[in-house]
């Protein structure tokens, strides 16, 4: 009892002591934030001459314990920013909070933590438009990728396109036509094909090459993203989100010009600058130009994005912003299969008579197409627990000219003799062009987020509202045969189908448009989403969408009968962080869906029209987030199972007229995504994606096939780089990286055979200079001089090795 009594004074004693000892120093916390509201991570905070401070986490929050008592100066300070000094007083026990706003606004402290190794430069830790609520990468339940400016620089990226090589699990399957409607590039995500649809969460479409002046970043939603985003902007594999530059209140800005292969040009220019202390002003434009690898024709555009930002109040903030795209080029070379493989004699490019370098053309098919997007955005902030976003947009593509396109022959459609049967000597020239083509789409979105507690539980919600509505008006001439052209046959002159020929062929046809698109669709939803902490480290998320689909009907190549559908679309997920902040295990369960229309049926022996139901598509994920190591090591694990159904196929009593709507399509597969920091300067960014696709209910012509859309089933990506630091190569940097990706079968079938692009590995290298005000860089794309096709039910050639440099003045 003695004892007892003995340590129980001994532990009061020294609490006692503990707490007087405490209460003889002071604590000194509080924000930095950025010049636009933003947190600013990463940045050191101290007492001057006293040898006491700490670092702001990725919240911008910092503390600085055990200080005596007394008059301090107490700096911000970070390496390429201008330092803060604020005069302070503490007392004992005195717990003090003193917050900072620094000049830089958010985008120009990232390039200060990518310019001088302070972080891991590649890993965007937080996204405000994947769950349209700003969301921590680890408590978000959903998969998504984001390639980070740091990247786009070091890699001299110059055009989205360029950007998507750092995505696991995406691949280009079409170059962008121009054409009005559906001209831009597409991709496969997860065995889907996939645009580029989405600008900061809303509508954004671009008909063409979208260039990369104004891309801050750039985001890929993984899985079926129907329950926020709707079905018209989404695919089943995911979602392409471009966030781009915004305004601040310093002026600055700068300067590119780069020259390189192919008569290579580029100039481009980003200013900002205040108007007045509650306005400011950014501008982003580029002039870009290239000759065809192939030697026949060119692609060259010009992009300009101004942005206004209204500090109106306190509270109210109003964005207006704008984007033009204006591009004038010579379509791509795709080869289309209209014959079976065992006809024309081939299984791949290799066993055919194609030169991967002679362009089957001439000069003049010429394709021009501009996008203009206009947008709109007021935030309201009720308090620091309610706000508001109300976002209009309007998109508007134009499209007139040439679409030319090319397909093998079969010899003995030429000669008549079936003994030529199996060889394919011949290639047919065609085109399809568009006449003065439009499509504009509207929107308007509302946005009401909440973060509150019920009791000890938190909740962040999002209660939206959207209406969006397409209407095309689109004219498709066409020249189904030009003419037919031999291969191999030396000396032969490929240029005759050249813009001059083809426009006399279209007046000797003398006929009107004979394809015409002028469906008109309005989309109404409503969704609600909200993300439920259970406890500090488990968190759930539910959502549910109501959509509303009204058809006005008109022509789509044959008329559309007028009619309406709706529909729900729901989301879970669940979160948990056994090591907070660093693990997060995750699972998720994501819908999406597709308004099919009408389609001709088979009722007791008579066909009839019927509306589809909704075609859906149902996801099943689960993984594993890190974000390790003080942020040297970030990775998303993930293994996903997404089932299509009511996918229409032919109806098996009447294939040729009928329909039935009992088809289904699996995609599963794995995916690993890796950024790292291993040492100072060092970066890498490296994935990985198996995708395994098949018909699993479908006609006897395809079950069990991979489908032709669904891309190469292995992908993989990487990219490293090294910048020196602290001495006299400081600024100093090189990267290396690349692609690989399996064979593909984009003919497959039991009527037209397998046809098969070989895989390939397309590597890359840059290097790079960054000095106070200037930057010099230098990239060579597909270093090895590699041959390789792109495409989904055609073949591609694409671009050999090319050299660009640039220099870079900033301001």
């Known amino acids: ?119 891991n430069r590649y890993v965007t830790k937080k996204s405000e438009y994947v769950s349209k609520m700003p969301l921590n990468n680890l408590e978000n339940p959903q998969v998504y990728n984001t390639v980070d400016k740091a990247i786009l620089a070091d890699q001299m990226v110059f055009s989205v396109d360029d950007g998507t090589r750092n995505i696991p699990g995406l691949q280009k399957m079409w170059e962008p036509t121009g054409r009005g409607g559906d001209g831009g590039s597409y991709y496969s995500v997860r065995g889907f094909t996939a645009q580029s649809a989405l600008r900061n969460g809303v509508a954004g479409l671009v008909t063409g090459g979208i260039d990369a002046v104004n891309l801050e970043k750039l985001e890929v939603l993984k899985g079926p993203s129907g329950t926020l985003f709707g079905s018209a902007l989404t695919s089943y594999g995911g979602a392409i989100n471009r966030v781009t530059k915004k305004p601040f209140f310093t002026t600055a800005g700068e300067v590119s010009v780069g020259m390189g292969s192919s008569d290579f040009s580029r100039v481009s220019v980003d200013f900002n600058k205040p108007l007045d202390s509650n306005i ?100 309201y902030k009720f308090s620091d627990h309610f706000t508001s976003s109300t976002i209009f947009t309007s998109s508007h593509s134009f499209s007139n000219g040439y679409g030319p396109y090319f397909y093998l022959l079969p010899d003995n459609v030429v000669t008549g003799n079936a003994a030529d049967a199996g060889k394919s000597n011949y290639l047919v020239r065609a085109d399809q062009s568009t006449e003065r083509s439009k499509s504009q789409l509207y929107g308007v979105q509302q946005n009401f987020n909440a973060d509150f507690n019920i009791g000890s539980l938190r909740n962040r919600t999002v209660v939206g509202f959207d209406f969006f509505r397409k209407s095309p008006t689109i004219n498709f001439n066409g020249i189904d045969q030009f003419d037919i052209v031999p291969l191999n046959v030396a000396g032969f002159d490929y240029s005759q189908f050249n813009g001059s020929t083809v426009a006399q062929r279209y007046i000797q046809q003398n006929m009107a448009p004979p394809y015409i698109v002028n469906v008109k669709t309005n989309i109404y939803g409503a969704y609600i989403s909200d993300v439920l902490n259970i406890t500090d480290k488990l968190m759930a998320l539910a959502a549910l969408r109501y959509d509303y689909f009204d058809n006005k009907g008109g022509l789509e190549y044959s008329p559309v009968e007028p009619y309406a559908q709706k529909g729900f679309s729901p989301k879970f997920g669940l979160v948990y962080q056994p090591i907070k902040d660093q693990v997060s295990i995750f699972a998720n369960y994501q819908n999406s869906f597709t308004n099919k229309g009408a389609y001709r049926a088979l009722v007791n022996g008579s066909l009839t029209t019927a509306i589809a139901k909704l075609e859906r598509a149902n996801q099943i994920e689960g993984g594993v987030k890190l974000d390790a190591f003080n942020g040297k090591l970030s990775s998303t694990i993930s293994y996903y199972n997404i089932k299509v159904e009511n996918v229409l196929r032919a109806d098996p009593n009447d294939p040729a007229n009928a329909q039935i709507q009992d088809g289904t399509q699996l995609s599963k597969g794995i995916e690993v995504d890796l950024m790292a920091n291993p040492v100072n300067g060092l970066n890498i960014n490296a994935g990985f994606a198996y995708n395994d696709s098949k018909y699993t209910e479908a006609d006897a012509d395809v079950i069990n096939r991979r489908p032709a859309t669904a891309m190469s089933p292995y992908l993989a990506n990487f990219f490293i780089s090294y910048r020196f630091s602290g001495n006299a190569l400081n600024g100093l940097g090189f990267g290396f990286g690349g692609n690989y990706a399996s064979a593909n079968k984009i003919v497959n079938s039991v009527s037209m055979g397998v046809y098969t692009l070989p895989s390939y590995t397309v590597l890359n290298a840059s290097a790079f200079y960054d000095l106070k005000r200037i930057r010099f860089s230098a990239k060579v794309d597909n270093l090895t001089d590699e041959k390789y096709w792109i495409g989904y039910t055609t073949q591609n050639p694409q671009r050999l090795r090319t050299y660009a440099g640039s220099i870079t003045y900033k301001f």
């Open 280 to 379: 400011a002003f950014r501008i982003n434009a580029a002039y870009n130009y290239i000759n065809d690898f192939q030697g026949a024709g060119y692609d060259k555009s010009f992009a300009i994005a101004p942005s206004l930002l209204f500090k109106i109040t306190k509270k109210l903030t109003l964005s207006l912003d704008a984007e033009i795209f204006n591009t004038q080029g010579t379509g791509k070379q795709a080869f289309f299969f209209y014959y079976p493989t065992s006809a024309l004699g081939a299984t791949s490019p290799a066993e055919t008579k194609l030169d991967y370098n002679q362009p089957y053309r001439g000069d003049g098919l010429l394709n021009t197409s501009r996008s203009t997007n206009f947008f709109a955005q007021a935030d």
């Open 1 to 119: 009892m003695n004892k007892t009594r003995l340590l129980v004074l001994t532990a009061v004693m020294l609490l006692i002591n503990t707490i007087t000892f405490a209460q003889q120093f002071a604590t000194i916390k509080g924000t930095v934030s950025t010049a636009d509201g933003k947190p600013a991570a990463y940045i050191s905070v101290g007492l001057k001459g006293k040898g006491l401070g700490n670092v702001t986490n990725d919240k911008g929050l910092y503390e600085i314990a055990r200080v005596k008592p007394g008059t301090y100066n107490i700096r911000v300070s970070a390496v390429g920013m201008q330092n803060l000094e604020k005069t302070i007083t503490v007392a004992a026990g005195e717990s003090k909070v003193v917050d900072f706003v620094i000049s830089q606004n958010a985008n120009q402290l990232n390039e200060i933590n990518i310019n001088h190794g302070r972080t």
